[in-house]
T-cell receptor, first 112, second 116 residues
Framework: TQLLEQSPQFLSIQEGENLTVYCNSSSVFSSLQWYRQEPGEGPVLLVTVVTGGEVKKLKRLTFQFGDARKDSSLHITAAQPGDTGLYLCAGGPYNQGGKLIFGQGTELSVKP | GAGVSQSPSNKVTEKGKDVELRCDPISGHTALYWYRQSLGQGLEFLIYFQGNSAPDKSGLPSDRFSAERTGGSVSTLTIQRTQQEDSAVYLC??????????????FGEGSRLTVL
């Protein structure tokens, strides 16, 4: 079974601080995605990374896909209360069609 | 609306009863997924439909769970003889064919199931 391990599971920080969330696996993935979910809603895609070593930026968010395509990180600069939510990484295992495996999520709380 | 629609949004049932959850994907999306999410947790893969191919049922937790997709569109997830451990939010997602391998899923708001 291919698993994605996210860390930390919970993160509570003050507005303006920086943070990094990690997503690790022993398996290789064809792509990795980061989703954000707010209470009562479904997850919403933030970014997809498909190339080993790829770095993508989305405003204050920086996403990186590991060279070996087994891990990814999400870095938020100068966090704001609006960043509060559940962050989920997800990966598409090789040779399993479109099946997508999700990590257990990181619950982020940014206090003003 | 143009998004993924799920119904019911909330369902409370008694242990042992059967339930059906419905998903109406985005028009034109060929891939459809069902996931289960327990309180504050990540998403557990249940089943995946892609076009006319045989569904990937590898995530269904027991034979009490089944799903079908009619006409390549609407899908129904059925749970027979519900148990308390089935309580969770059931999320449906769809994806356009070109995005199947890049993980761009569009999720509905989910159906919250509570088994008493």
């Amino acid at each position: 079974t291919q698993l994605l391990e996210q860390s930390p599971q919970f993160l509570s920080i003050q507005e303006g601080e920086n943070l990094t969330v990690y997503c690790n696996s022993s398996s290789v993935f064809s792509s990795l995605q980061w989703y954000r979910q707010e209470p009562g809603e479904g997850p919403v895609l933030l970014v997809t990374v498909v190339t080993g070593g790829e770095v993508k930026k989305l405003k204050r968010l920086t996403f990186q896909f590991g060279d070996a395509r087994k891990d990814s990180s999400l870095h938020i600069t100068a966090a704001q209360p609006g960043d509060t939510g559940l962050y989920l990484c997800a990966g598409g295992p090789y040779n399993q069609g479109g099946k997508l495996i999700f990590g257990q999520g990181t619950e982020l709380s940014v206090k003003p | 609306g143009a998004g993924v629609s799920q119904s019911p949004s909330n369902k409370v049932t008694e242990k042992g009863k059967d339930v059906e959850l419905r998903c109406d994907p985005i028009s034109g999306h060929t891939a459809l997924y069902w996931y289960r999410q327990s309180l504050g947790q990540g998403l557990e893969f249940l089943i995946y439909f892609q076009g006319n191919s045989a569904p990937d049922k590898s995530g269904l937790p027991s034979d009490r769970f089944s799903a079908e997709r009619t006409g390549g569109s609407v899908s129904t997830l059925t749970i027979q003889r519900t148990q308390q451990e089935d309580s969770a939010v059931y999320l449906c997602a769809s994806s356009p064919s070109g995005a199947v391998n890049t993980g761009e899923l569009f999720f509905g708001e989910g159906s919250r199931l509570t088994v008493l």
